[in-house]
Nanobody, 128 residues
Framework: VQLVESGGGLVQIGGSLTLSCTVS????????IGWFRQVPGKEREGVAC????????RYADSVRGRFTISSDNAKSTVLLQMNDLNPEDTAVYSC??????????????????????WGQGTQVTVSS
């Protein structure tokens, strides 16, 4: 199983980016896919997750209303649409997968250690 993120880059305050997480070597059934971000020297923060069997979602308070996570099961891809970006959103964003849909549905973003597979991350930088 391999997860590859793309779509990061440099954007100005108030701008938008869409991150993509493409999963290979795996068939979506009932899984949790999450986006997490980390800044050097700080703890990893959960951003959003989705249960791909019913497309239920959970968001961190800091991004709710600005970010949207979605899953294209036919393409084994999960997108993170990020709008109204601010400098506090600057981080390395990584996607992760666990073959248990209940992880996102029941626990939201509180159990990153439950995720078995992780991508390498993509840098998002919001400039002022």
């Amino acid at each position: 199983v391999q997860l590859v993120e793309s779509g990061g880059g440099l954007v100005q305050i108030g701008g938008s980016l869409t991150l993509s997480c493409t999963v290979s070597g795996f068939t979506f059934i009932d899984d949790s896919i999450g986006w997490f971000r980390q800044v050097p020297g700080k703890e990893r923060e959960g951003v959003a997750c989705i249960r791909n069997s019913d497309h239920s979602t959970r968001y961190a308070d800091s991004v709710r209303g600005r970010f949207t996570i979605s899953s294209d099961n036919a393409k084994s891809t999960v997108l993170l649409q990020m709008n109204d970006l601010n400098p506090e959103d600057t981080a390395v964003y990584s996607c992760a997968l666990v073959t248990a849909g209940y992880v996102c549905a029941a626990f939201g973003l509180a159990r990153p250690h439950e995720y078995d597979y992780w991508g390498q991350g993509t840098q998002v930088t919001v400039s002022s």
